[in-house]
């Protein structure tokens, strides 16, 4: 693909405009580091744009507060106080959605998962966000805790033109199957296979 041209056009009657401008189901998975670091960038730039972002953390404590949370709020506060950019919602499963104040706990992991499905499936059915960030969701789905077949009826149906990213590895063939971008991120080397722990700056 030189220069963003693709390296062939369908035949479906669209106009260059109207295909550009389609919305997109994409998934970043793989064994390799950055999955949700590029989703995180990809949130950043949609804002820039002055789209409404939403990101949803579906597997990560509510206790853990990551770099990327603390830039992309203070980018919608700063939205909320000048308009520039677009507004941005961060939630995390159990105690971290914003939705559901009660403490969470192991056992109720899967049972927070199912709830956040649902509040991010009403959401799509209002149109509420222009990019949905699906922060490591193909665990929930691997694990059985969201139904696939729901998972990805829902998304191929989504109505209006709303983006969604879901990263996390094994990524379901169906999920695969239905998105529109996929990219894999493959591990060749990582300082933790030598014992060396995540360090602030480069792992949060």
Same mark, same amino acid.
């Given at each position: 693909? &030189?220069?963003?041209?693709?390296? #062939?056009? &369908?035949?479906? =009657?669209?106009?260059?405009? @109207? /295909? ?9 998975? =793989?064994?390799?580091?950055?999955? #949700? ?8 730039? #949609?804002?820039? $744009? ?6 949803? @953390?579906? !597997?990560? +404590?509510?206790?853990? /507060?990551?770099?990327? *949370?603390?830039?992309?709020? /203070? ?7 000048? =308009?520039?950019?677009? &507004? ?9 959605? #914003?939705?559901?104040?009660?403490? =969470? +706990? ?39 805790? !969201? ?14 033109? @709303?983006? !969604? ?7 379901? &063939? $169906? ?15 990582? @300082?933790?296979? /030598?014992?060396?722990?995540? *360090? ?5």
């Amino acid at each position: 693909m &030189p220069k963003g041209v693709p390296e #062939s056009v &369908p035949d479906d =009657g669209l106009t260059t405009a @109207q /295909r550009r401008n389609q919305p997109l189901l994409m998934v970043n998975t =793989g064994d390799g580091k950055g999955k #949700s670091t590029a989703a995180f960038g990809l949130a950043i730039r #949609s804002w820039n $744009q002055g789209w409404n972002v939403g990101v949803f @953390q579906f !597997v990560k +404590s509510a206790k853990w /507060r990551i770099g990327e *949370q603390t830039v992309l709020e /203070r980018l919608g506060q700063l939205h909320e106080e000048t =308009g520039e950019g677009g &507004p941005v919602e961060w939630h995390k499963m159990g105690a971290g959605w #914003s939705w559901k104040r009660k403490e =969470g +706990s192991v056992e109720d992991h899967a049972r927070d998962a199912a709830d956040g499905w649902a509040e991010v499936k009403r959401r799509i059915a209002e149109e509420r966000h222009d990019l949905y960030v699906l922060d490591e969701f193909t665990y929930p789905m691997e694990w059985g805790w !969201v139904d696939v077949d729901d998972v990805v009826e829902t998304l191929a149906n989504r109505p209006g033109r @709303q983006f !969604v990213m879901i990263t996390g590895r094994r990524a379901h &063939p $169906q999920l695969v199957e239905a998105a529109d971008m996929v990219t894999e991120m493959t591990k060749v080397k990582h @300082q933790m296979d /030598r014992g060396q722990k995540g *360090q602030r700056g480069i792992e949060w």
